[in-house]
């Protein structure tokens, strides 16, 4: 057997090199590096970086600048558990156990326009799902209304006061929920978590179909116990009510007076 004879040792990089220290010359057999190899791309030095930088901070998915920031926050939203399956729990914890809030139609109707002069508008500004209905033609779109869960608008009625932190319309909720839900249906995964903050009523009279939602699934937890309406751009149309731009919900078709209701 003859000795293969190394070449362009000075190509392997030192981090190659200490680890090559360890292993016995006669068995070593690397030749060359790849230029690529170790090298991260410039999304991912991002993402690390941001990573360490916020280890310890409570961030937000909607925050997420990327695919690797994304795929960190869906693992840790897998994660976490739901107080109310926690026994143990002490009677104070539980006051401040997030709930999920019902909305009905009507309600959703209404925060479905452009913002007044005392609202705020949605966190995503520009990127907002109003600026992109296809019924609307490219750039006539407008940023909607932040949208409050019912107990947020009534202290805004009330004492005028608007949530700490700017959150998203309701087509930007719509949208988010969708996105997670497909992500968990398609990968076949459970969670303890609850990806919704509210739910719809679907099949009761002047509400939603069944259809028009994404529904708990029965054979795992996708993180919904109610119904949510399905976000579809082509299912909206503008229409400009006392000089204000509304969206109606025109491809959002209502139950039959018949129909058995989902809950109520
Ligand atoms: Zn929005």
């Given at each position: 057997?003859?000795?293969?004879?190394?070449?362009?040792?000075?190509?392997?990089?030192?981090?190659?090199?200490?680890?090559?220290?360890?292993?016995?010359?006669?068995?070593?057999?690397?030749?060359?590096?790849?230029?690529?190899?170790?090298?991260?791309?410039?999304?991912?030095?991002?993402?690390?970086?941001?990573?360490?930088?916020?280890?310890?901070?409570?961030?937000?998915?909607?925050?997420?600048?990327?695919?690797?920031?994304?795929?960190?926050?869906?693992?840790?939203?897998?994660?976490?558990?739901?107080?109310?399956?926690?026994?143990?729990?002490?009677?104070?914890?539980?006051?401040?156990?997030?709930?999920?809030?019902?909305?009905?139609r009507e309600y959703e109707d209404e925060f479905l326009r452009e913002p007044k002069t005392n609202e705020r508008a949605c966190i995503?500004?520009?990127?907002?799902?109003?600026?992109?209905?296809?019924?609307?033609?490219?750039?006539?779109?407008?940023?909607?209304?932040?949208?409050?869960?019912?107990?947020?608008?009534?202290?805004?009625?009330?004492?005028?006061?608007?949530?700490?932190?700017?959150?998203?319309?309701?087509?930007?909720?719509?949208?988010?929920?969708?996105?997670?839900?497909?992500?968990?249906?398609?990968?076949?995964?459970?969670?303890?978590?609850?990806?919704?903050?509210?739910?719809?009523?679907?099949?009761?009279?002047?509400?939603?179909?069944?259809?028009?939602?994404?529904?708990?699934?029965?054979?795992?937890?996708?993180?919904?116990?109610?119904?949510?309406?399905?976000?579809?751009?082509?299912?909206?149309?503008?229409?400009?009510?006392?000089?204000?731009?509304?969206?109606?919900?025109?491809?959002?078709?209502?139950?039959?007076?018949?129909?058995?209701?989902?809950?109520?």
């Open positions: 057997m003859t000795k293969r004879i190394r070449s362009g040792s000075e190509d392997i990089p030192s981090i190659v090199s200490d680890l090559l220290r360890d292993v016995p010359q006669q068995t070593q057999t690397i030749l060359m590096v790849d230029d690529d190899y170790l090298k991260s791309t410039d999304s991912q030095v991002e993402a690390e970086s941001l990573f360490l930088q916020k280890a310890n901070a409570l961030k937000k998915l909607n925050n997420a600048k990327n695919c690797f920031d994304y795929a960190f926050l869906r693992r840790l939203l897998q994660k976490a558990p739901l107080d109310s399956l926690y026994l143990n729990r002490k009677s104070s914890d539980v006051a401040f156990r997030p709930v999920v809030e019902v909305v009905n995503k500004g520009n990127s907002c799902e109003g600026h992109f209905i296809s019924t609307v033609e490219p750039g006539k779109g407008f940023t909607l209304r932040e949208f409050l869960l019912p107990s947020q608008y009534k202290k805004f009625l009330e004492t005028n006061t608007l949530p700490k932190n700017q959150q998203l319309c309701i087509m930007c909720r719509r949208a988010a929920v969708a996105k997670l839900y497909i992500s968990y249906r398609s990968d076949k995964v459970n969670t303890d978590s609850l990806i919704s903050d509210y739910r719809n009523y679907a099949g009761v009279v002047g509400e939603y179909t069944l259809e028009s939602c994404l529904l708990p699934s029965s054979d795992s937890n996708v993180g919904l116990l109610d119904p949510v309406v399905l976000h579809v751009r082509k299912w909206y149309e503008m229409q400009r009510v006392g000089g204000i731009r509304y969206y109606k919900q025109s491809g959002y078709s209502y139950p039959d007076s018949s129909a058995v209701p989902f809950f109520q």
